[in-house]
T-cell receptor, first 115, second 112 residues
Framework: KAGVTQTPRYLIKTRGQQVTLSCSPISGHRSVSWYQQTPGQGLQFLFEYFSETQRNKGNFPGRFSGRQFSNSRSEMNVSTLELGDSALYLC??????????????FGNGTRLTVT | QKEVEQDPGPLSVPEGAIVSLNCTYSNSAFQYFMWYRQYSRKGPELLMYTYSSGNKEDGRFTAQVDKSSKYISLFIRDSQPSDSATYLCAMSRNSGNTPLVFGKGTRLSVIA
């Protein structure tokens, strides 16, 4: 079974630009979560989608948004990029969502660098 | 106080040693406990998954949960250089739409 696929693997953007990251979950998984990982803060939760609905949102500004499609694939968008947005963005899928104890399975992330 | 505390290390051990990695937490509502391993330039990989208290063993890895002390551990027996990675603990509640909460990770180096 194919794992979680994230594209692109690397991105370099300039301050003020916007970016869209893509995630394909494991086949059959209906929940997709996004995390931001930085050396200082570790893994921080961005949002979780289940059956195209956002179920939970972390403490990030409105510049961070996401969506999930009917085939469970997900995208996240960051507008008006800031230098502090440079991070590894991780997508993870789970069968039924973390509130049921279903563990997360991660992709290898998209490394975003904002200059 | 952060919900989940994990010593960042780095931890350096000789090959063959027994490694003990730990996390403490403050939220008594956590019921599901996980350990992830993350290699450089890779995403976290699920290693162990336990529900509530008790032990779970899988090959060289043993996960322990002590809910009374709000303390979880991962033991690695006969450690190998290939175990060199960052180990993250994670936990979640079993009610409400709550995300998985992660520790910051412990960097482990196993020296041949």
């Amino acid at each position: 079974k194919a794992g979680v696929t994230q594209t692109p693997r690397y991105l370099i953007k300039t301050r003020g630009q916007q970016v869209t990251l893509s995630c394909s979950p494991i086949s059959g998984h209906r929940s997709v979560s996004w995390y931001q990982q930085t050396p200082g803060q570790g893994l921080q939760f961005l949002f979780e989608y289940f059956s195209e609905t956002q179920r939970n949102k972390g403490n990030f500004p409105g510049r961070f948004s996401g969506r999930q499609f009917s085939n469970s694939r997900s995208e996240m968008n960051v507008s008006t990029l800031e230098l502090g947005d440079s991070a590894l963005y991780l997508c993870a899928s789970s069968l039924t969502g973390t509130d049921t104890g279903s563990p997360l399975h991660f992709g290898n992330g998209t490394r975003l660098t904002v200059t | 106080q952060k919900e989940v505390e994990q010593d960042p290390g780095p931890l350096s051990v000789p090959e063959g040693a027994i490694v003990s990695l730990n996390c403490t937490y403050s939220n008594s509502a956590f019921q599901y406990f996980m350990w992830y391993r993350q290699y450089s330039r890779k995403g976290p990989e699920l290693l162990m998954y336990t529900y509530s208290s008790g032990n779970k063993e899988d090959g060289r890895f043993t996960a322990q949960v002590d809910k009374s002390s709000k303390y979880i551990s991962l033991f690695i027996r006969d450690s190998q250089p290939s175990d060199s990675a960052t180990y993250l603990c994670a936990m979640s509640r079993n009610s409400g739409n709550t995300p998985l909460v992660f520790g910051k990770g412990t960097r482990l180096s196993v020296i041949a």
